[in-house]
């Protein structure tokens, strides 16, 4: 019956019948062209080979994520847990090949033996424990993230080179990731479409019950299921980490959204039942286009979050509301299948303005062609420090007359990689870059140095690449200064806490390292602990208070940005500034504010805003084929009540 209509649409319609009934009956596949329409018209540099082949690479770790999480979701469960078992998985590769010498081959087995053991461990909580999928996955990620950080102690690990080429090409033109994500791709949709454990998956998701009455060993199939995400999740690990030529720790954090995004814009429904790999792969592609398309056309980096949200939003729409058109259909013949053709174009015209519209408004216009063109990729803008950069880069640009596009990386080293290779495929006259990682910059560069982009890096080195100038402040010598300062505030003896900043960050690796050589001139400092929070205030407020909880003799806090700093004085209340005293590192705003109010003794002030200046400087000096120094060092200052009145930033 169904084959006879099929046959039938096809002999009235011909061939576009054909094609305008396979749009219809998949939305997230007209989304998806109706922005590719979009931005080719928006940006000359979008449909390019290289730029399309670009977004594959992309698109390739979240899919590959996806395509795990398809096999859950479809059974009616949730997995929260990939992004962090991707991390785990490609640091047990790394630590056991690089560290203690055992044969990749091996070590591969046992980054994928480790994503089954964690999806094994997730179906039993889950069939055998009767937890919630979502509590049970949000508890391994949790777990699985912490085992990546004991094991590689916070420090990101070189890869195996033999397995590193699985971020490069096949002949120089097709990316070993690509080719990865399509033959996952195909294993995921035989596995759906030609197994019984696929089948199982569907029965479990529509009704589980059912299934259970039915003889399907359910408990069993959930144990396969979960294991299955694990392969994915591994695999995704392992491609990623190629990618960045090194093992990140805190690498794929957040992934996980993006994976449950790409299923459900693909077609999959949350409450099980329904979902294919085809559909998973196209909400990758959909996800990865975006975020191409948004740095091409300069788009604002906190505009381009709104802009994702809005359109995950209306492609999930348009699916959902082709799928009641469609069930109208059924009951109305005919006329119902009008009305789904005109829902389903109306809502794809709505895409396509919502899309054109938005980026239009956002896009900083078209810059003549005698205006240099650059790009600053950021490590995060969730940190004053680097708004202030941001901030010193774009004032010195417009100066100077360039078109400067920034984006946020969000501390994530892959994010950044991505943002790089957009940079590249736009032939931009510079490109500067504030490394999430030292290490995992370094292939984006190469590439950049290969189509000869001059690379300026501020703040942050790049590691076993060329740039042509780094622009930073000494954060080894910044740290020996705040840990001399404190030690001469404390007399040379008392009790201390030291909170860390990002576990794998080459930021919070340097200051550190600093801290931890001042501080041998001063055997009379004991340090009662030393704990991560991240950079960040809130954790900084937070960690603090456990560790005063501990620790309530505390007489100093060394914290290696003011975000810290500021947080620890909030835990500290009326002891911050009296018998606690307090040096922070940045010399941000908020910093400085503190340390007029005596709240914050000291900050070791790396003047931001001219690390940005200088860097688009030098940028410029570059394009213009000028010499430039290959190391610019901006002095750090230590900062107190003192001298802060004559401090400019």
């Known amino acids: 019956m169904a084959t006879d209509t099929l046959k039938s649409t096809t002999g009235a319609s011909g061939a576009p019948g054909g094609l305008r009934r396979l749009l219809l009956d998949n939305g997230a596949l007209t989304a998806l062209i109706v ?24 698109a390739a770790v979240t899919a590959i994520l996806a395509f795990g999480v398809t096999f859950v979701i479809v059974s009616a469960g949730i997995d929260l847990s990939v992004g962090s078992v991707a991390a785990l998985s490609a640091t047990v590769l790394a630590w056991s090949a690089t560290q203690h010498g055992v044969p990749v081959a091996l070590a591969v087995l046992l980054a994928v033996a480790t994503g089954i053991v964690a999806g094994l461990v997730n179906g039993f909580l889950i069939a055998y424990g009767k937890l919630p999928p979502f509590i049970a996955t949000l508890a391994m990620l949790s777990v699985a993230r912490g085992l990546s950080l004991v094991i590689s102690g916070g420090i990101p690990i070189p890869f195996p080179d033999s ?37 199982s998956m569907y029965a479990i998701g529509g009704n589980e019950e059912a299934a259970r009455l039915s003889g399907l060993r359910v408990k069993k199939q959930k144990l396969a299921i979960y294991a299955l995400s694990g392969v994915f999740a591994a695999a995704a690990g392992i491609v990623l980490a190629a990618r960045l030529s090194s093992a990140q720790p805190q690498a794929a954090d957040g992934y996980e ?102 980026t239009s408004f956002l896009h900083s216009g078209s810059a003549s062609s005698a205006t240099p063109k650059m790009g600053l990729s950021l490590s995060t803008l969730n940190n004053p420090f680097f ?81 042509d100038a780094l622009v930073a402040s000494d954060n080894v010598a910044g740290g020996e200064l705040a840990a001399r300062t404190i030690a001469e505030k404390l007399g040379g003896r008392g009790r201390i806490v030291i909170l860390q900043g990002q576990a794998g960050t080459s930021a919070a690796r340097e200051r550190a390292e600093g801290f931890t050589k001042g501080l041998k001139a001063y055997p009379g400092i004991q340090v009662l602990a030393q704990q991560p929070a991240d950079f960040d205030r809130t954790k900084g407020l937070d960690v603090m208070s456990n560790l005063l909880q501990a620790h309530p003799d505390v007489q100093g806090v060394i914290a290696a940005n003011d975000e810290m700093a500021l947080g620890a004085i909030k835990a500290l209340g009326s002891k911050a500034g009296r018998s606690v005293q307090v040096v922070g590192f940045d010399g941000t705003p908020d910093g400085l504010t503190a340390v007029k109010d005596g709240t914050l003794y000291a900050s070791v002030a790396q003047q931001p805003s001219q690390l940005g200046k200088i860097a688009v400087d030098n940028a410029l000096k570059a394009v213009q084929g000028k010499k430039v120094q290959s190391t610019v060092k901006v002095p750090v200052k230590v900062v107190t009540k003192d001298n802060v009145a004559g401090f400019s930033g």
């Open 35 to 58: 922005l590719v329409i979009a931005l080719s018209a928006l940006s000359g540099d979008f449909l390019t080979t290289d730029n399309l082949l670009n977004v594959g690479v992309q």
């Open 387 to 467: 708004v202030q950069i941001r901030a010193g880069a774009q004032a010195e640009a417009k100066k100077l007359g360039v078109d400067l596009t920034v984006t946020d990386a969000q501390n994530d080293a892959s994010q950044q990689a991505n943002q790089l290779q957009n940079f590249t495929s736009s032939n931009l006259g510079a490109i500067i870059v504030n490394p999430v990682d030292s290490d995992a910059a370094s292939n984006s560069v190469k590439a950049a140095d290969k189509a000869r982009i001059p690379v300026i890096a501020v703040d942050r080195g790049v590691n076993q690449a060329t740039v």
């Open 257 to 358: 959204l993006d994976a449950i995004a790409a299923v459900v814009i693909g077609g999959a429904s949350l409450a099980g039942g329904t979902g294919k790999a085809s559909g998973t792969l196209i909400g990758a592609l959909i996800l990865a286009v975006l975020r191409n398309g948004l740095n091409l056309l300069s788009v604002s980096a906190f505009w381009q979050q709104v802009v994702i949200g809005v359109v995950i939003a209306l492609a999930v729409l348009l699916d959902t509301v082709r799928r009641k058109a469609g069930a109208s259909a059924v009951t109305a013949g005919s006329g119902g299948d009008k009305g789904k053709q005109a829902t389903t174009y109306a809502l794809a015209a709505v895409v396509t303005v919502a899309i054109v519209g938005a």
């Open 163 to 199: 397995v590193s080429h699985l971020g490069d090409a096949l002949g120089d033109w097709l990316p070993v990731p690509v080719l990865v994500m399509v033959v996952m791709g195909l294993i995921a949709a035989f596995v759906l479409g030609r197994t019984y454990i696929g089948r």
